[in-house]
Each structure stands twice: as C-alpha cells, then as structure tokens.
C-alpha cells in the first residue's frame, strides 16, 4: 500500500468548473506540497502547508493533520489547468519526501 | 536569480558506460533529492540529502551513488548503465523556512530533469 495515495487519477472537466483533487496519507508528516507537472516535465511547487488552508488565486489547498487528509481545489477551471497534480509529502522523522501517484487533470473548453 | 540546474537535459549512451548527472542550486537549501520517472509514471526517490557529507538511500538506489561535498551541489553517478535505467531523472532541492505558517509557497524546487537513454 502506498504511504501516499491520491484521487481520483485522472480527471476530466469542463471550463469553469469547480475541481477537487484529494490526497490521504498514512505516516506522520511535518509538512505536505502541492506540486503541478506539465506535459514536458516541468514541476512547480504551488503549496507547502503543515496545517489549515492556503489560497493562490484560484487554488485553494487544505489539510487535516488529524485525519491524515489534503484537498487542492481549482475553481473556475480553465483549460491551461490541464497538467498532473501531485501531492508530495515530507515525512516527520526522516525528511524524506514521498510523492503520490499524481492526478492527472484535463480541462476542456 | 535563484534556482536549480541540471546537466545534461539529454543524454543517449552505451550499455556499460558510467555517467554522472549534474544537480546544482544557487539556493542555499540543505535537502536535495534525485528522482527517477518513468513517463507517465509517479516519481521514484532514489537519494536524498540532509546537507553536506549526509546522503541516504531511497527506493530505487542499488545501482547509483551520490556525494554532497559542497552544499549547492549533488551529483549522481551509475556505474555501469543498463537500458532499464532509461528514465527521466529529476533533482529537487527544498528548505522550511520558519514559521511554516508564514512561508512562501516556492520552498520545493525542482530542475528540468535529465532525460537518460541507454542503447
């Protein structure tokens, strides 16, 4: 069983809708990312949070230490949000980072 | 500006051959981390690094080495390259920066990846 675990994997919609990607983890952490990775390979770091709720523009990411849980959500999606989500997590007592399987999110017009 | 650089971005080799994958960040950060991905695939953690002389393994490292004698640089080395090591290595760096709750968001980097292709 992964240590981190996203869904749904893939995940389509359409313009302007509001999106929900989700990420449940079972070792204890000190901190989880929300990364982006286009076509191509770039990654890019859009969250670090140890607890509560971040917004960036139309990105909004949440965490539940006690439930081991994070949510990223896009709203009013847009087709130049189609990439792959990750969620990454920074274990307590090692430092290691641990990637998810990532989402992968297409947005049509 | 700072950032993280990888060499070489391509690079195509012959079975047996021994390479060396460059990572540098201009960042000060003491955590460094090598990847290898797959297309399509999650990333796989193959070493990480707390800071200078501190390397440990990850899930995929049997068949490479790192060294972290100067902070800003962490170089992986495979000895004797397959066509199973064909892959996408991607090197991260990151640093807290205290409070958590405070941080920016930009406090992971990753470099461009060096796609690696073994004949």
Known sequence: KNEVEQSPQNLTAQEGEFITINCSYSVGISALHWLQQHPGGGIVSLFMLSSGKKKHGRLIATINIQEKHSSLHITASHPRDSAVYICAVMMGDTDKLIFGTGTRLQVFP | ?119
């Open chain 2, 1 to 119: 500006e700072a950032d993280i650089y990888q060499t070489p971005r391509y690079l195509v080799i012959g079975t047996g051959k021994k390479i060396t994958l460059e990572c540098s960040q201009t960042m000060g950060h003491d955590k460094m981390y090598w990847y290898q991905q797959d297309p399509g695939m999650e990333l796989h953690l193959i070493h990480y690094s707390y800071g200078v002389n501190s390397t440990e393994k990850g899930d995929l490292s049997s068949e490479s080495t790192v060294s972290r004698i100067r902070t800003e640089h962490f170089p992986l080395t495979l000895e004797s390259a397959r066509p199973s090591h064909t892959s996408q290595y991607l090197c991260a760096s990151s640093e807290y920066r205290l409070p958590l709750a405070h941080s920016g968001a930009n406090v992971l980097t990753f470099g461009a990846g060096s796609r690696l292709t073994v004949l």
